[in-house]
């Protein structure tokens, strides 16, 4: 099952009896959870329905036990075993032995009065294991994975409507830049901005520049892509910002290093003819950054790029080594580099 399906089924009130919630977006998986406590537990309940576990101490046979021993003093409990990593490939420690048999007998004769919350923090489960195909013939899986570059966008939108304001055209892809991929983090911005404009304002991009407090990792992300669309008072700006703020030239050296490097990859991984969604699997990035990496390096020959790694190299051995004044040396690249 889907995680939008699945969401969609719980606000309706329909509920599954066992729930196996994988991948790297814990938020979606917390939001979930956040969803069947607020509809199945009242909030003062939730000592007696509200049950967790940590399966890396506790073994999946006590969280089945509990499943279906009567809850007490409420009609109807959650219990919620987080690390539930047997069902992956990873090497598990000895501390806890799982009798996954347990559960495959569970999974087919469930309790009416409890719901099962298993996590786990892993983009895959090994479903070459007895268990898994069990869970996932009864429907149970659901992947909380990282959104691809256009969900990302529409859930931005989605989250500032519900929140009662609205992005003016081009701020909401602004707030990922400078916020970053974190949905847990962008939900904080929202929240912070739909405060600051109210309901039914709009926000622009001057509104957003004063309410959001930067990274260094995004400022360098903004002088790169001023760098890209040739804007290079814009991109001295950052720089003297970013010194403003006493970040090590060295450093921000690194990252524009690693920006490029970034490019580079996208760039030849799309030759090759990968999607930028295989190529954010491939390399280990949000396919929003690999979207926006794609449009940088487009500005680029691959031959350009290769060029500019090594001059980079060059520049973070002379600064290292003393050979160049690190604020000149970052200045003079950058006129370099938009000449």
């Known amino acids: 099952m889907d995680y939008k399906t699945a969401l969609k089924q719980i606000q309706k009130g329909q509920y599954a009896p066992i729930y196996v919630c994988y991948g790297s977006e814990s938020y979606l998986v917390q939001q979930l959870i956040e969803q069947l406590t607020d509809r199945l537990i009242e909030p003062d309940q939730r000592a007696f329905g509200v049950?967790?576990?940590?399966?890396?101490e506790t073994p999946i046979d006590a969280v089945i036990e509990e499943a279906e021993t009567l809850p007490f003093m409420v009609p109807r409990k959650l219990v919620i075993a987080s690390n539930a990593l047997f069902l992956t490939g990873a090497k598990e420690s000895a501390k806890v032995e799982h009798k996954v048999d347990k559960l495959a007998e569970y999974v087919k004769s469930p309790a009416d009065f409890s719901i099962i919350i298993l996590t786990i923090d892993a983009e895959k489960l090994d479903e070459r294991k007895k268990i898994v195909k069990a869970l996932k013939e009864a429907n149970a899986l659901i992947p909380c994975l990282m959104l691809s570059a256009d969900e990302l966008g529409h859930w931005v939108h989605q989250e500032a409507e519900k929140a009662g304001f609205s992005f003016a055209p081009g701020v909401a892809e602004q707030l990922i830049l400078y916020t970053g991929t974190s949905l847990q983090a962008l939900t904080k911005e929202i929240e912070k901005c739909a405060r600051y404009i109210g309901r039914g304002g709009t926000l622009v991009a001057s509104d957003l520049d004063q309410l959001v407090t930067r990274s260094i990792e995004q400022n360098i992300f903004i002088l790169i892509e001023s760098i890209v669309q040739l804007q290079l008072e814009q991109a001295f700006t950052m720089l003297s910002e970013?010194?403003?703020?006493?970040?090590?030239?060295?450093?921000?050296?690194?990252?524009?290093?690693?920006?490029?490097?970034?490019?580079?990859?996208?760039?030849?991984?799309m030759q090759q003819g990968y999607s930028q969604q295989q190529i954010a699997g491939q390399i280990g990035l949000h396919p929003y950054a690999v979207k926006i990496a794609a449009g940088q390096a487009g500005r680029f020959e691959a031959k350009r790029l290769a060029q500019i790694l090594q001059q980079l190299a060059d520049l973070d051995f002379q600064m290292k080594s003393g050979r160049i004044d690190k604020v000149l040396g970052l200045e003079m690249f950058l006129?370099?580099?938009?000449?």
Request: net charge positive; charged share 35%; aromatic share 8%.
């Open 51 to 56: 049950m967790k576990y940590d399966l890396t």
């Open 242 to 269: 970013l010194l403003r703020r006493r970040e090590e030239p060295i450093k921000i050296v690194a990252l524009i290093a690693r920006q490029f490097r970034i490019m580079y990859q996208v760039k030849d991984l």
């Open 335 to 339: 006129l370099r580099l938009v000449a």
